[in-house]
């Protein structure tokens, strides 16, 4: 076990040293700069052509298996996780408050990178005459880049489809299990539940995933966020302090205080953005596969993803971040799911904890679904349909892994598998921002939009 642990961390500081961060904010400022600024000139656009049409109950396009909105929730059901309360305690832990800023520009330029998946996703699917959708980065690299870049699509295909079983399963099932640990659950007695209560979803397949989060996302959102307020404003003559500190430390080291280390900037822009991209996903491009089952057209669903990346990121991470700077709990030397347990603990005694196992059990088990579907739809594009059921097999039964497995080694392993799959995603939008821009303005040009 510890020579798989130096192996990976090994490989570790490779994929997640300073060529790649360049790769990954690179490609979200490329982007953002080639769409002419989109995600932040036309914020108001994208909202009209987003949630505003939900709450208009505007007509779906066709096209599609699953509503635009049922498609953005599982998404978020993906996005909003683990990261978004253990990732960003994580980050804090070990990378400083600085770690928070450097969250942030992970997410303001990732707004354009999801966009950009989002777009390509529903523009390059596949649609059979029974109204199966196939779609996301293998079928953009290949469509998109050539059949001379198959190999590409498929090495994308065969890390997500591996990346699904680490990320979204076995993080997700051990952060719940850690947490129920706490109030005398077996570890193996979570896995088990978790097995039967994300089988009764999967096996359903994507329509059954969109209904299900389409329900659970928005509540456990609101929750979460409301619950996070309660605390800041409790603690609300704190607020500017945590948002000095954020700021002071990303550009300058962190010192040790109580049982926190310290940190160098390093480490601050590292967890930052490593953290910010495990839970906005922007880059990864997994997102692209549920996104193409949207009835949707490009350009439209494109500005779903902006919202995704917003809301997941410069909302929910946000909260979490301010409610452990705001009642000081980060000198506990606390990490993971603890601190931010500690922090609501702190600020709402009671409730505060109830508030973080809710958010972590609701969190994880919608990640688990939306990533059960990624994996297998990897899978099929290399394997056909095949696969599909063993998959979702093997799936469940790597939940029952996660929960009694190790936090260190899995977390380690699953941010590696992220960098591995981000590789070919990246290379596939710089590419195709030419198409991306076509697209854009050509959408830019219809009536709607200049309405």
Known sequence: MEALLAFNNWLNGIVWGPPFMVLLMGTGLYLTVRLGF??????????????????KRAKEEEGGAISSFQAVSSAMAATIGVGNIAGVST????????????????????????????????????????????????YYIEKGLGPQWKWLAVVYALL???????????????????????????????GAVAIVLVGAVILGGVKRIGATAEKLVPFMAVIYVIGSLVVILMNVTQVGSAFGQIFYYAFNPAAAAGGFAGSAVAMAVRFGIARGIFS?????????????????????QGMWGIWEVFIDTIVVCTMTALVILTTGVIETGETGASLASAAFNAGLPGPGGTIVLLGLVLFSYTTMLTWSFYGEKSWEYIFGK?????????????????????LELIWNIADTLNGLMAAPNLIALLVLAGVLVKEKNSYMESPEAKE
């Open 38 to 55: 989109f995600q932040f000139t036309k914020i108001g656009l994208a909202w009209r052509q987003s949630f505003g049409r939900f709450f």
């Open 91 to 138: 980050a804090i832990a070990l990378g400083g408050p600085g770690a928070i800023f450097w969250m942030w520009m992970s997410a303001l330029v990732g707004m354009a990178t999801k966009f950009g998946e989002a777009s390509l996703g529903v523009k390059y699917r596949e649609v059979d005459a029974d109204g199966t959708v196939r779609g996301g980065v293998m």
């Open 160 to 190: 997500a489809g591996i990346a699904a079983l680490g990320i979204g399963n076995m993080v997700q099932a051990n952060t719940m299990a850690d947490s129920m640990s706490a109030f005398g659950v077996p570890t193996w007695v979570t």
């Open 280 to 300: 906005n996903e922007a880059g990864l491009g997994a997102a692209s596969i549920i996104h193409a089952q949207a009835k949707n057209s490009p350009t439209r």
């Open 386 to 406: 095949k696969i599909i059921l063993p998959y979702r097999i093997l799936f469940l039964g790597f939940l029952m892994v996660g929960a009694v497995g190790g």
